[in-house]
């Protein structure tokens, strides 16, 4: 309908806003494990070392949130264009039939005023004329079925695009605890680091 553009909008920005507040609390949580990790530090290159290791996983945090926002935005865009172009082709097919109605209408009664049998006046409207008017309604159904099928791409779009910034940055992570376990020598050092998983619920479509 006419708010489903509004209504979508504003469960998007909520749905935003609810991402945020969940990285803010992340990352709280993650200057903790930091501190953590830094405890263990006892000279100067277990320090450097454990600097490294928080450079390189703020990197990974950031090149993740960066590919999944990117993500989130064509997403958002496609659905609203979507809405939009689907919203365009249903308001023209209501539009179309309700003129060819309207010919089918006045053709009838022109018909009647020239003469024309009445059955033959029944048998014109019902067949062709009326059938030219449904026909125009035909395209409202198309629009309907290709906006199914774009919002199942997008939805394919994004999954994939979120598994690769998960799997990037799990290999990022992964690389940077070797590298830190190699100067610390101990297995557990980063095991509490916290993880970030895919934002969740999904962002919402119509």
Avoid: Y
């Amino acid at each position: 309908g006419r708010d489903r553009l509004p209504r979508l909008e504003e469960r998007w920005q909520k749905h935003m806003a609810d991402l945020e507040e969940r990285r803010t609390q992340r990352d709280a949580n993650l200057d903790r494990h930091f501190e953590k990790i830094e405890e263990r530090a006892k000279n100067e290159a277990q320090k450097q070392a454990v600097a490294a290791f928080r450079t390189a996983v703020l990197a990974a945090i950031d090149s993740r949130r960066l590919a999944v926002k990117t993500a989130l935005d064509v997403f958002h865009s496609g659905v609203k264009s979507s809405l939009e172009v689907r919203k365009t082709a249903i308001e023209k097919a209501f539009a179309d039939r309700a003129a060819a109605f309207k010919a089918v209408v006045e053709k009838a009664e022109s018909d009647c005023l020239a003469g024309v049998a009445p059955k033959t006046v029944r048998t014109t409207a019902s067949t062709s004329s009326l059938k030219s008017a449904q026909e125009k309604f035909a395209s409202a159904r198309k629009a309907n079925d290709e906006f199914k099928k774009t919002i199942e791409q997008l939805r394919a779009d994004k999954k994939a695009a979120f598994e690769k910034a998960h799997n990037d940055f799990k290999a990022a992570i992964e690389g940077a605890k070797a590298d830190l376990k190699k100067v610390l020598g101990e297995p557990n050092a980063t095991s509490t680091l916290p993880p970030t998983p895919l934002p969740l619920p999904s962002p919402p479509v119509p």
